[in-house]
């Protein structure tokens, strides 16, 4: 058996778009993420210039048991006409890891959401028989969802996981408080980077932990 790597089965990667449309999206997973106890993984910790993007892409996926991919943002770019294949590259990764990967990484479980459950068959249909799950289009919704999934994982016997709307009120509360939390450490709460976003989650949900 291989040995796991460091935090391997509380490491969630997140791939997701990563612009302004998409933003609240994101740091609602991040903050459920964290409020469930395990701890959120993405690409933009890929941040070393001294290192190949890819192969830091690469080395989180492979350092992650669950991994969340959110196919919605998959459409023709309004600029570019181009589509945006980051996400289901990386689900590609991940399931290439998960397929060729150590005994670890063969037991590593993944959620693929997009807007409609089947709406991937016409433009990624060779990942069809995996289950697709449909987020709706609000915070709450998507917080419910990555709620249930990681339900799934955990024992209830020894672990109570709050409802999704529980973690989407706690959400809120956490929004109001951030910029307070920012003033203290001197950050815009308006240009968070991940690392910093993730941290002020962690340091909120430390000092507002559920009775």
């Given at each position: 058996?291989?040995?796991?790597?460091?935090?391997?089965?509380?490491?969630?990667?997140?791939?997701?778009?990563?612009?302004?449309?998409?933003?609240?999206?994101?740091?609602?997973?991040?903050?459920?993420?964290?409020?469930?106890?395990?701890?959120?993984?993405?690409?933009?910790?890929?941040?070393?210039?001294?290192?190949?993007?890819?192969?830091?892409?690469?080395?989180?996926?492979?350092?992650?048991?669950?991994?969340?991919?959110?196919?919605?943002?998959?459409?023709?770019?309004?600029?570019?006409?181009?589509?945006?294949?980051?996400?289901?590259?990386?689900?590609?990764?991940?399931?290439?890891?998960?397929?060729?990967?150590?005994?670890?990484?063969?037991?590593?479980?993944?959620?693929?959401?997009?807007?409609?459950?089947?709406?991937?068959?016409?433009?990624?249909?060779?990942?069809?028989?995996?289950?697709?799950?449909?987020?709706?289009?609000?915070?709450?919704?998507?917080?419910?969802?990555?709620?249930?999934?990681?339900?799934?994982?955990l024992d209830p016997r020894i672990v109570i996981i709050p409802s999704g709307e529980n973690i989407s009120n706690r959400y809120s509360d956490f929004q109001i408080a951030l910029p307070s939390i920012c003033a203290k450490l001197k950050w815009n709460p308006n240009k968070l980077k991940f690392v910093d976003f993730s941290f002020a989650v962690a340091t909120w949900i430390e000092a507002n932990q559920i009775a």
């Amino acid at each position: 058996m291989a040995k796991p790597p460091a935090n391997f089965l509380r490491n969630v990667f997140i791939n997701c778009p990563f612009d302004e449309t998409y933003t609240p999206v994101f740091n609602a997973i991040v903050f459920a993420v964290h409020d469930i106890g395990f701890r959120p993984r993405c690409a933009l910790e890929a941040s070393n210039a001294g290192q190949f993007r890819l192969d830091k892409i690469m080395d989180i996926i492979s350092e992650c048991k669950y991994s969340i991919h959110d196919l919605s943002h998959t459409a023709l770019d309004a600029v570019t006409g181009l589509p945006r294949f980051n996400m289901p590259f990386e689900l590609g990764l991940d399931l290439g890891c998960k397929r060729f990967g150590n005994s670890l990484q063969k037991a590593k479980i993944s959620l693929v959401l997009d807007i409609e459950a089947h709406r991937y068959e016409t433009f990624i249909s060779d990942v069809k028989g995996q289950d697709i799950t449909a987020r709706g289009n609000s915070v709450t919704e998507v917080i419910e969802v990555v709620r249930d999934w990681l339900r799934n994982e955990l024992d209830p016997r020894i672990v109570i996981i709050p409802s999704g709307e529980n973690i989407s009120n706690r959400y809120s509360d956490f929004q109001i408080a951030l910029p307070s939390i920012c003033a203290k450490l001197k950050w815009n709460p308006n240009k968070l980077k991940f690392v910093d976003f993730s941290f002020a989650v962690a340091t909120w949900i430390e000092a507002n932990q559920i009775a």
